[in-house]
Structure formats: C-alpha cells, structure tokens
C-alpha cells in the first residue's frame, strides 16, 4: 500500500480496493507449496510474488477499455510511471558500483593489510546471534541484525555518522548471490554476508560516511583518520564536523575511496583497542586487533558498559585540528582563484567549488592521467611537483618521450576537460608524492550548474 501510494498508481482504473484484491490473490498460498517454500510468509510477498503483482497492477490500469495496450506494452509503460517516482535507492546499480570503486588494486592493498584484523572482527559478529530457535542462524556469516549491532557497538550509529535505514539498505546492496532454492541452506546463504560481502559493505559504509582527507590528518598532527575522528569526538566538534560535510548518498566521495577505507579501518582499529585497554595508549595502538581483542571489546559492549574513547595523543591533537583545517581550505580558495578559466566566477561560487573538489594523492611515478586518455577532470597541485610528458609514436619501435613542463604546487591542468571530451594531448607523472584536488564535469554541474556561461571556452 506504502509503494502504491508513492507510485501514484490508485487512479480511475486502478482503486485502492482492486490493490487490496490483487494482494490476497497473489498471496493465497496452496498447500502444495508451503513445502516447495516454507519461507514464503502469508503476511509477505516474496520476489516472484512481487513480480506477479506488478503484472496484475499493469494489466488493471492499462489493457482495460478503449485504446488498451498489450500486456507486454502495459508493464513497460508501469515500469516507467514507477521508475520516476522512486527514490534513488532503487535504481542503484550493484555492479557499476563494484566495478568504480572495489575492483581496483589499491582497494585490494587498503584491505590485504588490515585482513587479519577484518577476519577476527567478522568471526567475531557472526556469532553474536545465539538464538537456537532461528533456522536460519549461521555462525559463519553476518545477519542484518548482528550488521547493526556491530556498527552500533563501533558506534557509529550513535555519533550520527549512518542512519540505521542507510546501514541496512548498505547490507542489502552487499549480498551477491542469488537464491537457486528454497531450501534452508540456500535461503540462509541468501540473507547472511558473507566474508567477502563485509568487506564490500564496510567500503559502501566508508563512502557515505564524512571522514577527514590526508591534508587535514597531516596539518593536524594525526596519526591517521580513526586518530583524527577519536580527536574530533573527544572536543565535541564531530556533530559539527559532519553536519557541514554530509552529502547524499549517491554523490562522489570527496576523496579516493581507497583513502575512505583506510580512514575508516583505522578509526574501527582504534576504537576497539582504546577500549580494551582503558587508559588509552595513543600511539601505540597498533593497528591490529586480536581476536582476544575484539572477543573482549564485544562482551564489554554486550554488558552495556560505555565505550572507552579517551585517546591521550587525541586530546592534545583536539585544539590543533580547526586550525589545520582551516589552511588546507585557504590553500585550495587560493588556487582556486589562480585559475584563468575560473576567473568568471565569484568568490561564494569558487568556496562552492572548493567544497565540492575531490582529494586524489598520487605515489612518486604514477600517472596523474596518461595520454590519450578520454578527459574528464580538472586538477589542482596543493603539494608536490610532476612532469608533463607527450610521447610520440607511442607503441611502436620509433617511441620517443619528451618533457613538456615540470608543474607544482599551484598548477592546474586538465582543465579542457571541464569543457570537451576529447583524450589528453599528454600525461602528467607525480615526480614526488603529490597532493591534489580534482572535479569532473558532472561534478562541477551538479553544484554550480552547466558549464556554459561560467566557464569560458578558450580552446
């Protein structure tokens, strides 16, 4: 009723009684199937009962009378009267999304260096269900439920960084598999995360949560994000901190997403070990929890005892952090307003441009961009100096480099990008470790509008 309601669908053809009608329907369960499916619930749908009704619902409203459509015809015709009138979370695309942000080398990096904590963590919440009872109870995989009451322990439900229905529509999107049954097995397979989905869901948890970038953890004086979060909750400046840097769910994280992984890692690491060890060790949290660890940080959180987050190093980072912040921002307006093609815009929409550039450090030798890419993204150097390189007669015996420019600090480039896609004339190689902040074209629209009139077109 909920759905139908949103869709709009009740009209002239389709009334509220002939939904209710189609429910029990679709929903009668015959005795011979109760054995097929014993999860099929009276009071639910499952999916090809969903199916089922859709069609039912598209037949009512668009095959009846003159000028009805075919069945064929009506349901494509439903689908698109639904699509536009559903929020964005079902029309998220499970596989573009492991395919842009976790099928890439440096994810599998972030994530090999903190396996043996992440195993311990995961071996840990998938016991915390001991209800003998529950069929569909597995020690081996995570709940939807032991899910929750792990981000709830770390506590990032409390401190407002996921909303609990974000960290189960998280859960949802994290299970990659079908349901080939409706046996037990199948069926539990189905609900449960296994190993590999937890480490997808805690790299969607890392990209809608607001984590500091490398510039500021530095000018801080932090170890690392979990150091630089645990500051910013000792001070009492989170709630501030995220309510100025929430965005949608759906928009590009403003830094690398392998950089949000590692942030958010580390501030879990920390998290759990200050706890156990009340008393806090700073910097000499290691990085690595133990299974001991994790075992005693979940009976402790079962016990209702609060958690320990006195971190000494932390409590002194506290009062340098705004300052730090602060610079990194002032650097950035300050390029910003360097920049020629930029120079139409006015001061409260470069600040707007500011916030909405993304941070993309590069390692000494890698590719900013190579050439003959397809361009979309303006960068900016905050820190750091890089070659521009144009290769001639590239892939063939006659290849031959040449160095175009050396750039620094300041320096922008791709910036033709923003206005054409067309592929790189040359690339940029980081000759140190460089620190840079980008945006694409889209993401330059999606916050200060078509390029056109803004940006002037000097190519």
């Not at 039912?56 to 009378?65: C, D, E, H, N």
């Not at 069926?187 to 805690?202: G, M, V």
Request: proline share 2%.
């Amino acid at each position: 009723m909920e759905f139908a309601r949103e869709c709009q669908l009740v009209g002239e053809r389709l009334k509220m009684r002939d939904l209710e009608i189609i429910w029990v329907q679709v929903n009668a369960i015959e005795v011979k199937t109760k054995d097929m499916d014993p999860w099929n619930h009276s009071r639910t749908f499952t999916r090809h009962e969903w199916l089922q009704a859709l069609v039912r619902v598209a037949i009512q409203r668009y095959t009846f009378g003159r000028g009805g459509k075919s069945v064929s015809l009506a349901i494509d015709t439903l689908a698109r009267h639904v699509r536009d009138r559903l929020p964005r979370e079902t029309r998220h695309d499970g596989n573009a999304f492991r395919d842009q942000y976790c099928y890439l080398p440096l994810i599998e990096q972030t994530l090999g260096k903190h396996e043996a904590t992440l195993r311990n963590v995961f071996e840990r919440y998938a016991d915390v269900n001991h209800d003998v009872s529950d069929r569909l109870q597995s020690k081996t995989a995570i709940s939807v439920g032991e899910w929750m009451i792990f981000l709830d322990d770390i506590g990032l439900i409390d401190n407002g960084q996921i909303s609990p229905l974000r960290a189960k529509m998280i859960f949802v999107w994290s299970r990659i598999r079908g349901c080939p049954d409706a046996s037990d097995r199948a069926t539990r397979s189905l609900r449960n995360l296994q190993f590999e989905d937890f480490l997808e869901a805690l790299i969607r948890l890392s990209i809608q949560m607001v984590l500091p970038n490398d510039d500021e953890i530095e000018e801080g004086g932090a170890s690392d994000g979990g150091q630089y979060l645990i500051a910013l909750e000792n001070a009492m400046l989170l709630d501030d901190f995220i309510a100025e840097r929430r965005q949608p769910w759906w928009k590009e994280p403003s830094q690398r997403v392998w950089r949000c992984l590692e942030h958010l890692l580390t501030y879990i690491v920390r998290v759990i070990e200050l706890d156990v060890s009340v008393g806090g060790r700073g910097n000499e949290v290691n990085l690595t929890v133990e299974a001991s660890e994790i075992a005693e940080f979940e009976r402790r959180r079962r016990k209702n005892s609060e958690r320990h987050m006195v971190d000494n190093c932390a409590k002194q980072l506290a009062t340098s952090l705004v300052e730090g912040e602060a610079r990194v921002r002032e650097k950035l307006l300050m390029g910003l307003r360097a920049v020629d093609i930029f120079s139409a815009l006015n001061e409260e929409q470069l600040v707007t441009l500011r916030d909405g550039m993304m941070h993309a450090p590069f390692e000494v030798g890698q590719y900013v961009f190579e050439q003959d890419e397809e361009g979309d993204a303006f960068y900016i150097i905050i820190e750091g100096k890089a070659s521009v390189i144009r290769v001639e007669n590239m892939g063939t015996d006659d290849e031959d480099e040449s160095l175009l420019a050396n750039v620094e600090e300041g320096a922008y480039f791709g910036e033709r990008a923003l206005l054409k896609s067309q592929v790189r004339f040359a690339g940029v190689r980081a000759d140190t470790k460089l620190k840079c902040m980008c945006i694409t074209r889209v993401g330059f629209e999606e916050i200060l509008g078509p390029l056109q009139g803004l940006v002037p077109d000097k190519y």
